[in-house]
């Protein structure tokens, strides 16, 4: 009961969604800012939650509507989960299981999973195609993301423990202050990007040529649900890689407030990024991750081994 | 280690004179099948109901006898102080196994077959496949476990014949010479082990591998399970297969039933009769993630629903082969529960594949589609199949894979670099596979259909051993430690420790709840403003009929990048596949015997003169 409550409120869904509408204000307000706008005031993802809450729910005749319904439900729960296994080590050091970060790994693929199916099942080429590129996408930067992830493993003597991999750090220094660390960290900061599909990455969407893509045909309370999966991701995933690279943080006040510090750098990167790149094709993007990322990826790997 | 260590090889000898009386009951469940999978030939073409009836019985009846049995173990069968058969925690979980599918396979192929010719024929072939398979996992003697083992590969034979089509007999042919092939090693394998350990006991041997000769005995072996399995290079019949043979011995044999032999085979001689060392760990891991990558590679371009999960069949041998490879308990635990979860998603696959090809008569991806809406029990089985083979939490796929890479893990621990291949290759091979059944999804059940033609579900002889899959996946996937672990693996494996685990039954119910969160989000919106709209929205026009995207090329760009685009030419050339690689070779031979045959008598008088010349030579010298 108490976890469900935990679930529920505090550190899951309550928290995580408040925090990442916030997040997803910091964005739009960062990018106001680079584009010399003045950007809209701390409450407007709030307001635009409710605004799409009260829509009309379309549905494209001809597909399973239990399906095109359900889809976008997983991934909010996935990262519901995500953000409170990340929380809940965070905040009770010593809690953790053996292999939890491969459960955050393989969990932080079902939002992506549910905005494919949630594509796929809309009966509509654009949004398959959109779907198609978000797969596409998953394949591109798995690989460099689980190699860089292997750093801070390695630099934990093998453990593959989120609460061991901070301690560890907390012990000896981020993992972020060594060569190899900073190698890992560049590529994971880009499958991010990639991971919450923000420009250069946001190809399964991509306005301009696909019309939201695989979003095409969502309306009213579902893509409610969709864009606030992708706002609570938006403040999931940067705590993942604050944990892995960044030395984490422990329940200590001081100490809190440094790790949402760091929370506050990584999201600005994310949109200075966003902001200053065009759009890639599907085929550039993953020529891009399985290239010149999995290769930095390898040294960072090898260079960890050698200890630097 | 295993089962026949030390403990229940005391109670094979110490209850010789015990057991030796009643061990015959472990001769019931490969009787049994045997003898009315006999009968079941001689019933009139006719009296199909009746062919069908008996065949649903034995197996029924083969599967309470193995439950039973599997209460009752460690048993063995001794006849004239030879240990036959042997019972032990490692065969009985996988004779169970076999007799469980043996019966879904039977009950599913009462709805499949319906209408085909020679019936009684195919059920007599499944019957003899139950029984001979329970035979090889139970064999304690090596020659015993290499008749059923070969039996295994006739029977195949003769249900791939049994299919109508093009090609059909080439595939069968194909499979046949492979496996057959693969068993000459074995014997010759076998041979070696009589020279080094002078016996044919299963329980008795115990080679350490530290000389050329036990290398070569425990590779010949593994080939055989290799083969069997279907890991690479010996997969090429696996697809081809997959794709001709009639569906439910698709699901049977190379989805479910080969993998549960070939890879208790591989358990048996790499924890029981040979102690690996790190070279050939080494080697079984290289080939395990090799055949992880490469095959998955090849089922993401499939144009083919069967054959995209014929390569995922050979992928997944992958895992297992990985996971033994380690050598760590955890690791052999999880490469022998990924074998039984992929026995159980494969099959459920397969047998949504069969569900469709039913209904609407083909297989090819780019003639499917939409079928979600009228296929509702056949689309979410296959849905929870295909996320738990891709190892999405909290489904069983998932865990087994979390348990190989402990096992990898932990072997790092250890020392060594190449850990880290093995991890990176299994974990991107999951992405890999991921997609892969994202495309298979959106081609069959979801986008556009091909036609609107209006097609209905299948009748429950099918749709209940669907189910009954699915739920397994489910169910053992999240209550992981209570059941499979608890039951079926630990107990096969010795020292595992499971510690700190993840709780999947906790993160189920939080799924659950999520997902609550979610609709209650829906509730709080307009939901009476709930509106199915007549068509798609592209730019306010209608979509025309022939703009489908049917999902077959979603990967093209990856197919046309280099180095994929010349090795993908290669592979369809079959550059790889080792069975026209000797092909080759051997019709090279025959064509420079063949350029001898000219037909001209002169030639051949030249020739034979020649020959006695040179005999002439040879012993006048």
Redesign the interface.
């Known amino acids: 009961m108490k976890t469900i409550v935990q679930f529920l409120i505090f550190p899951g869904f309550l928290f995580t969604a408040v925090v990442g509408l916030i997040a997803s204000w910091i964005d739009r307000k960062v990018t106001a800012r680079v584009q010399w706008r003045v950007g809209p005031p701390w409450y407007q993802p709030f307001v635009d939650m409710v605004k799409l809450l009260g829509k009309e729910t379309i549905i494209p005749k001809g597909t399973s509507a239990v399906t095109f319904l359900t889809a976008p439900l997983v991934g909010l729960a996935s990262v519901t989960l995500i953000s409170m296994l990340l929380w809940l080590t965070l905040l009770n050091p010593g809690k953790g299981f053996i292999g939890d970060l491969i459960v955050v790994l393989y969990l932080s693929v079902i939002p992506a999973v549910s905005i494919i199916i949630g594509g796929f099942a809309s009966r509509n080429p654009l949004a398959s195609l959109g779907a198609s590129r978000e797969m596409k996408l998953v394949l591109g930067y798995e690989l460099p993301f689980v190699l860089a992830l292997l750093v801070p493993v390695i630099k934990a003597g093998g453990s593959i423990r989120l609460d061991e991999i901070v301690a560890s750090q907390m012990a000896t220094g981020a993992t972020a202050t060594s060569l190899s660390g900073v190698l890992a960290l560049i590529v994971a900061i880009m499958c991010m990007q990639a991971k919450l599909t923000l420009v250069p990455f946001d190809l399964p969407e991509a306005e301009t040529e696909l019309m939201g893509g695989a979003y095409i045909e969502y309306s009213g309370p579902p893509l409610a649900v969709y864009k606030l999966t992708k706002h609570m991701f938006m403040f999931a995933l940067p705590i993942f890689l604050v944990m892995t690279f960044m030395g984490g943080f422990g329940p200590s006040p001081i100490s809190l407030i440094l790790g949402l510090l760091k929370y506050v750098a990584l999201l600005v990167i994310i949109v200075l990024i966003r902001n200053t790149n065009p759009r890639v094709r599907i085929d550039q993007a993953v020529r891009f991750f399985w290239g010149p990322m999995t290769l930095f990826a390898i040294v960072a790997v090898a260079l960890a081994f050698l200890g630097w | 280690m295993f089962g026949c260590s030390p403990a229940a090889g005391s109670a094979v000898e110490s209850g010789l004179a015990k057991i030796s009386c009643c061990g015959y009951v472990l001769l019931y469940p490969i009787l049994i099948p045997l003898l009315l999978g006999t009968l079941c030939l001689f019933i009139p073409k006719r009296m199909r109901y009746a062919s069908e009836l008996l065949s649903i019985c034995t197996s029924l009846a083969t599967l309470i006898i193995t439950i039973c049995l599997f209460t009752i173990r460690p048993w063995a069968f001794i006849w004239r102080a030879y240990p036959l058969l042997n019972l032990d925690n490692l065969s009985s979980f996988i004779m169970v196994a076999i007799a469980a599918f043996g019966f879904l396979v039977t009950l599913y192929s009462v709805g499949f077959m319906k209408g085909r010719l020679h019936l009684n024929q195919y059920y007599t072939y499944l019957l003899w496949t139950i029984g001979a398979s329970v035979g090889a996992v139970l064999a304690n003697n090596l020659i015993l476990f290499l008749a059923f083992w070969g039996f295994l590969a006739i029977t195949l034979y003769l249900m791939i014949n049994l299919q109508e089509g093009e090609g059909v007999s080439e595939v069968a042919k194909k499979a046949l010479i492979i496996i057959g092939g693969s068993d000459a090693v074995i014997i010759f394998g076998i041979a070696l082990i009589w020279r080094i350990a002078h016996s044919f006991d299963m329980n008795a041997i115990n080679i350490v591998i530290n000389s050329k000769l036990s290398a070569a005995a425990y590779l010949s072996l593994a080939i055989g399970a290799f083969a069997k399995a279907g890991a690479m290079p010996l997969h090429t019949w696996v697809p081809d297969t997959s794709e001709k043979a009639p569906l439910p011995v698709a699901a049977f044999l190379p989805a479910s039933l080969d993998k549960l032999l070939g890879i208790y085979f591989l358990v048996r001689i790499s924890t029981d009769i040979f102690k690996l060392n790190v070279a050939m760990q080494t080697f079984l891991m290289a080939l395990g993630s090799f055949t992880i990558i490469a095959a998955v590679m090849m089922a993401l371009v499939q144009h083919n629903y069967k054959r995209l999960l014929g390569y995922h069949a050979v992928s997944q041998v992958g895992y297992m082969i990985l996971g033994i490879g380690t050598g760590t308990a955890i690791g052999i635990a999880g490469g022998l529960f990924h074998m039984l979860n992929n026995a159980i998603y494969k099959c459920c696959l397969f047998f949504a594949g069969g569900a469709v090809e039913k209904e609407r008569h083909t297989t090819e991806l780019d003639q499917l589609g939409?079928l979600?809406?009228f296929m509702?029990i056949t689309?979410v089985t296959c849905?929870v199949s295909a996320?738990a083979i891709s190892?999405?939490?909290p489904l069983n796929g998932?865990a087994s894979k979390?348990m190989i890479?402990?096992g990898v893990?932990e072997l790092?621990?250890g020392g060594g670099?190449l850990w880290?291949i093995w991890?990176?290759a299994a974990?991107?091979g999951?992405?890999?596979t991921?997609?892969s059944f994202?495309?298979l999804?959106?081609a069959t059940?979801?986008?556009?259909?091909s036609s609107d033609k209006r097609v209905s579900e299948v009748g429950p002889a099918m749709w209940v051993p669907m189910v009954i899959l699915a739920a397994a996946s489910l169910l053992f996937g999240i209550f992981v430690y209570k059941l499979p672990l608890k039951f079926l693996i630990n107990p096969a494996v010795e020292g595992v420790r499971l510690?700190?685990?993840?709780?999947a039954g906790?993160?189920t119910?939080?799924?659950?709840?999520?997902?609550a969160?979610?609709?209650i989000?829906?509730l709080?919106?307009?939901?009476k403003?709930?509106?199915?709209?007549?068509?798609?929205?592209?730019?306010g026009e209608i979509?025309p009929d022939e703009?489908?995207?049917t999902?077959v090329e979603?990967?093209k760009?990856?197919k046309?990048?280099q180095p994929f685009a010349t090795l993908y030419k290669l592979a369809e050339k079959k550059v790889f596949d080792i069975y026209d690689i000797l092909k080759g070779i051997l019709s090279y031979f025959t064509g420079l015997f063949r350029a001898l045959h000219t037909g001209i008598l002169l030639t051949y008088i030249t020739w034979v003169l020649f020959g006695i010349l040179v005999l002439l030579w040879i012993f006048m010298r």
């Open positions: 939409g979600a809406r509702p689309f849905l996320l190892g999405v939490p998932f979390w890479y402990q893990i790092g621990k670099r880290v991890l990176v974990m991107f999951s992405a890999l991921l997609a994202m495309k999804i959106h059940f979801l986008g556009q259909p510690s700190g685990l993840w709780s906790t993160a119910i939080l799924i659950i709840v999520g997902i969160i979610g609709f989000i829906y709080l919106g307009n939901l403003g709930l509106r199915r709209d007549p068509h798609a929205y592209t730019g979509l703009a489908r995207v999902g979603f990967y760009n990856v046309e990048m």
